[in-house]
């Protein structure tokens, strides 16, 4: 991203040419299946007021005329927020998210909104509506050897976000990060994935999975990028009574200070091992805890003010549980069942109650790791590298206890294994000193030295990056999840709520 910036200052491309490239690259890797919606007028309109700026040299600075795409369980004014769901189709935002519009207010280009696993509820983005025909295709051939139904799982829920980035339609994307969302596709995709502490950036107009975890989440190219978009992120929001009081300094830029991190690991650092004995134990918590509030926080999405709502009229009641089921997927109505029995008076001590408990041992255990002289713990990202769906395992404890405690962490990418495909290490900090674990983390990342793409590739014709792009894929070089887009409508809806006549959309 600082690359391309400094290409936009000196005049090497221009934001309406960027533009145009990440909008081309949109409708050639279509079949990735990466975006729900392209907010290709949006992004021209941006354009034009960044050439503007431009022309006067009045830069709004590293970030202006610069892409980004945004997961699709962010508000987004004017712009269809659907969460990957039939149950919020045709839901158009009044507002931005808050760290929507600080980038917006950076001069960034939305591109669109990314795919998804319905309500951010998955670990693979292959439960949203926008991702059923390719699992379907794959339940009805088990045992097809056909290459086009052996398509890479890329982590969720912010796959399409992932994919967003690999395929170079964008140079920024933001996601939530609930239990590894954002940290589990960078590993699969070859990016950085950071989830800040929680109550550093806003959740503002970010559609809730579970109050008490959601952090939005950031995937960038490399660690430099991170830090400058979280230094625009980070700081106190009025709308959201989570985010610190204390005003939030810009991050020091971290190409300046290498010498002085360098000494500082080399010299000073110790490796050391140490426990987290509650780890075992978070697969379940975190089970109890995310559905008890996903019972909560569906129970909003009723269908009488917005979204999908069903054709029965026989009572009120049989249109709530019946929008209500023909919203939700199988996923989503599961959990909310079971975040109901959770709830029950009889339940409530030993299940929910019992499940704060521990997530207060996991963030202790953490606590005293840090409290023993750790400055950064060091784990794997994911356990493995990117799989076919058939072979896809949802359950991964690497990633959720981290947002149980409420600590920063990030994926850097660190190694190409058996197939030749991307995995990443996980970095973990205090609390707040987010600013420290990025700086480990652009230390990390230069030692490593993982290949990248420069900016003259981008630059040279996108074609021919699309017509190897299947041999890559086989060769092991190509990280981006196989995904069929569906046929997609939408409902205009006007300021009371209600839906209109249907209308095509512009997507990709």
């Known amino acids: 991203m600082l690359e391309v910036s400094a290409a936009l200052k000196q005049g090497q491309i221009t934001p309406t040419e960027l533009c145009q490239k990440c909008l081309s690259l949109i409708k050639k890797t279509k079949f990735l299946n990466a975006y729900i919606t392209v907010s290709e007028e949006e992004a021209f309109k941006q354009t034009e007021e960044s050439e503007k700026r431009s022309k006067n040299e009045q830069s709004l600075g590293d970030l202006d005329g610069i892409p980004i795409a945004v997961k699709d369980n962010f508000s987004t004014s004017g712009i269809e927020t659907a969460c990957a769901s039939n149950r919020l189709k045709g839901y158009i935002p009044p507002y931005n998210a808050t760290v929507v519009q600080k980038l917006l207010d950076q001069g960034e280009l939305l591109m669109g909104k990314t795919n998804l696993d319905e309500f951010a509820m998955g670990s693979g983005s292959t439960d949203g509506v926008y991702s059923k025909q390719y699992r379907e295709k794959r339940k009805q051939n088990p045992h097809s050897k056909n290459e086009d139904l052996d398509w890479l799982i890329t982590g969720g829920s912010l796959g399409g976000t992932a994919v967003a980035m690999s395929a170079f339609t964008c140079y920024v994307a933001l996601g939530s990060a609930t239990g590894g969302s954002t940290r589990n596709p960078a590993a699969h995709c070859r990016l950085v994935g950071f989830k800040p502490s929680y109550g550093l950036v806003s959740h503002h107009g970010l559609i809730p999975l579970l109050n008490l975890m959601n952090v939005p989440g950031i995937l960038t190219r490399c660690v430099d990028d991170a830090a400058v978009v979280l230094s625009v992120l980070a700081g106190h929001d009025t709308n959201d009574c989570t985010t610190v009081q204390d005003p939030i300094h810009p991050f020091i830029w971290f190409g300046r200070c290498e010498q002085t991190i360098t000494v500082f690991l080399v010299q000073r650092a110790k490796v050391i091992e140490v426990s987290i004995p509650h780890t075992s134990y978070s697969i379940v918590c975190y089970h109890v805890l995310c559905t008890s509030e996903v019972t909560l926080n569906m129970a909003r ?20 549980a019946s929008t ?3 919203g939700f997927n199988d996923v989503l109505r599961g959990r909310i069942l079971s975040g109901n029995f959770f709830l029950l008076k009889e339940n409530w001590e030993n299940d929910f109650i019992k499940a704060q408990k521990v997530q207060r041992l996991i963030a202790n255990d953490f606590a ?7 400055d950064v713990l060091l784990t794997p990202t994911i356990l493995s590298e990117a ?20 600590l920063p962490a990030v994926s850097v990418p660190a190694a190409r294994p058996n197939q030749g495909l991307p995995v990443g290490l996980q970095l973990t900090g205090h609390a707040f000193c987010d600013q420290q674990l990025l700086t480990v983390a652009k230390w990390f990342e230069k030692q490593v030295q993982f290949p990248v793409i420069q900016l003259q590739e981008l630059m040279d014709d996108f074609s021919s990056m699309i017509t190897q792009g299947a041999s890559l894929s086989r060769a092991g ?8 887009q569906p046929e997609r409508k939408g409902r205009q809806m006007d300021a009371s709520g209600s839906t209109g006549r249907e209308t095509p959309e512009k997507n990709a």
Not at 368 to 374: E, T, Y
Not at 477 to 484: A, C, D, V
Request: aromatic letters at 12%.
């Open 477 to 484: 070089k190509n990280f981006w999840i196989l995904l069929i």
């Open 301 to 320: 999405l009723d269908g009488l003010q917005y979204g999908h709502r069903c054709d029965i009229d026989v009572s009120t009641q049989s249109m709530y």
């Open 368 to 374: 005293n790791a840090f409290n023993s002289g750790v």
């Open 324 to 326: 209500r089921q023909e």
């Open 387 to 406: 799989v076919p769906y058939l072979e896809f395992i949802k359950e991964d404890n690497r990633t959720r206890t981290v947002n149980m405690a409420g």
